[in-house]
């Protein structure tokens, strides 16, 4: 005897479900957004290295804080440049740049993120570098600013290192 089903074909076997199509749409949605999200960062990355550069250029333009004729321009464009990335250091940076006696030379100055600040730079006399010092010591934003090292490197020619803090506030 034959057994005949009058069922149809689709109750007697499931449907094949196309398994691999699901496969196929979700792994091109994962690279999709992987791709995406690899060119945001990548962009994210661009603007922190432009930033990085233009105040790791304008930092170097600190050097020679008494420049030959124009020097005073030259200062307020740096002076204005640091100050239009980071405009909550205005008044310490303006203050360095005021207190800096003729003969000084600023080689570096460095805020960190715990707010200590180090000014270095060189001078023609000792006590040319320390009455800078009481001079940006009677400022309200340095905390603590201190002569870490003077050495002499040429006659009346010396280098210099300050360090202090910041008090959060005034002037950072």
Known sequence: MRDINLL???YIEPPRKNTSLY??????????????????LYSELSQARNKSAVLQGTLGQLTGNVLPDGGKEKQVSIIR??????P????????????APP???LTRLTRFETM??????????QQQITNFTGELKKHPGFEGLAVVSIQE???EN???????????????
């Open 81 to 86: 440049q640091l100050t239009a990335e980071n």
């Open 116 to 125: 200590v600040i180090v000014i270095s730079g060189t001078g023609n006399s």
């Open 158 to 172: 010396y280098s210099f290192e300050l360090q202090g803090s910041v008090k959060r506030g005034d002037g950072l």
């Open 88 to 99: 909550e250091i205005s008044p310490l940076i303006k203050e360095v740049f005021e207190k």
């Open 153 to 155: 490197t040429a006659p």
């Open 8 to 10: 149809p074909q689709s």
């Open 103 to 105: 003969g000084f030379t």
């Open 23 to 40: 496969l196929i749409a979700l792994i091109v949605s994962i690279l999709i957004f992987s791709f995406i999200y690899i060119l945001s």
